[in-house]
């Protein structure tokens, strides 16, 4: 099975501030990667797919990139609702994995 | 608008059976595979299974042994079973639909907790 390491499990940041989460692949995942956010007591809701496209109706701060083994995830002007736990999966090979999780806080 | 909502048990006895049935509406079974994972404090997110758009299914070898999954598309049903139920299965279960690979709808979860 292909291992995601994700990182870092916790973040604080300030409103407004860009905040970075990065995930690594054991192997190359050909841009077959998602990333959720999940908020307290919720589900979690897709944000980005193959690697780089934004879901429908997710706000355009959010961003991802990345290539082979390592992507990341961008919340640029970091707002109170962003307050949550992000988790990336890998869809390139069978079974799909999932990060560890980042949980995101206001500083 | 798509929607998925699970309903299963609260509370479950050790070596019993779980089932969950995941209701959908907005979109049609035989469209798209549909997945089950579950969410525990130990392992995280654990990919459990799905059942694909034609009705075939693919198990995660870790539960291959004691889970089942299937579905009745007259009721927009998706139905998972797992037998020998441990306390370590404690989570929330959650079925979602896969779209090209990413996840795009979840149902809300049931929390299920084995204990005697």
């Known amino acids: 099975d292909i291992q995601m390491t994700q990182s870092p499990a916790s973040l604080s940041a300030s409103l407004g501030e860009t905040v970075t989460i990065e995930c690594r692949a054991s192997e190359d995942i050909y841009n077959g990667l998602a990333w959720y956010q999940q908020k307290p007591g919720k589900s979690p809701q897709l944000l980005i797919y193959?690697?780089?496209s934004l879901h429908t109706g997710v706000p355009s701060r959010f961003s991802g990139s990345g290539s082979g083994t390592q992507y990341s995830l961008k919340i640029n002007s970091l707002q109170s609702e962003d307050v949550a736990s992000y988790f990336c999966?890998?869809?390139?090979?069978?079974?799909?994995?999932f990060g560890a999780g980042t949980k995101l806080e206001l500083k | 608008q798509v929607q998925l909502k699970e309903t299963g048990p609260g509370l479950v006895q050790p070596t019993q059976t779980l089932s969950i049935t995941c209701t959908v509406s907005g979109f049609s079974l035989t469209s798209y595979y549909m997945q089950w994972v579950r969410q525990t404090p130990g392992k995280g997110l654990e990919w459990m299974g799905f059942i694909r758009s034609g009705g075939s299914t693919e198990y995660n070898s870790e539960f291959k042994s004691r889970l089942s999954i299937s579905r009745d598309t007259s009721k927009n049903q998706v139905f998972l079973k797992m037998n020998s139920l441990k306390t370590e299965d404690t989570g929330v279960y959650y079925c979602?639909?896969?779209?090209?690979?990413?996840?795009?709808?979840w149902g809300q979860g049931v929390m299920v907790t084995v204990s005697s």
């Open positions: 999966q890998q869809y390139y090979d069978y079974p799909d994995t």
């Open positions: 979602a639909r896969e779209s090209l690979g990413a996840w795009d709808y």
């Open positions: 193959n690697a780089n």
